[in-house]
């Protein structure tokens, strides 16, 4: 039985490259809560996880030696939000909400963070057998 | 690492918002300085923000900074009183004060450092998330 990277963390990885993207997106609605006409924005986990389970487009292997292409996050659907309340210089940002979103978003980031650590040291244990 | 545009997006904010405060210190405190012509008075100074698209990727998963375009100076027209004994009176003996609205400047001010304190908080999260993910496996 070998070893393998891929199926051993399983999806953790490709949700820990979701975190940080998202945590970019609720960093830039942060950054521009006073900016007129600005839109907020958001990344849905559900509709990426969809995205990626059944992704139509992949590359061709012809050779057992080609290495499968990493599907990528970066593709996945940016959204803009509904605001609340609307506010008359165009802006959508709620401060509350996005902050409310951004200490979801890294709680999360660290779930994952935990689960892939424990992937880890459950390999080290399968590797030192002891 | 992508997330250390974290940092940038929250510096760019961060930067904003402080140049914002600037800008109501020097409101508050020239609020009170007079002068005996409505075109050399102080009048107030708002700054205007824009948000900066990155064009590395395409349009929609861009993540934007804050752009500050420039300082605007309040259109409301100075405050004209009669003061003859004024030493800056002018022949008419009228005087004009500058259209600073110190009420309107503390809430601006307030919300300026809420801001700043919020890119702030953005920033150490990232900074945490960062040193874990330093430490992964271990």
Redesign the interface.
Known sequence: MAINFDTALGIEPKALAFREKRGEILAANLANADTPNFKARDMDFKSVLKQSLTSGVAMERTNAGHIAPQQQVVGANVMYRNPYQVSLDGNTVEAHVEQAKYAENAVQYQASLQFISNKFSGLMTAVRGQ | M??S??FD??G??MN??SL?LNLVASNISNANSVSSSAADVYKSRQPV???ELDKV?NK??A????NVLGVVEGQDAPVMEYAPNHPMANSDGYIFKSNVNTVEEMANMM??S??YQ??V??LN??K??ML??LK???
């Open positions: 992508a997330s545009s974290i997006i929250a760019s904010g904003a918002q914002r923000f824009a948000a990727i929609q998963n993540t934007s900074k804050v919300s300026a809420r801001s919020n890119n908080d953005v999260t990232a945490q998330m874990q993910t992964m496996g271990q």
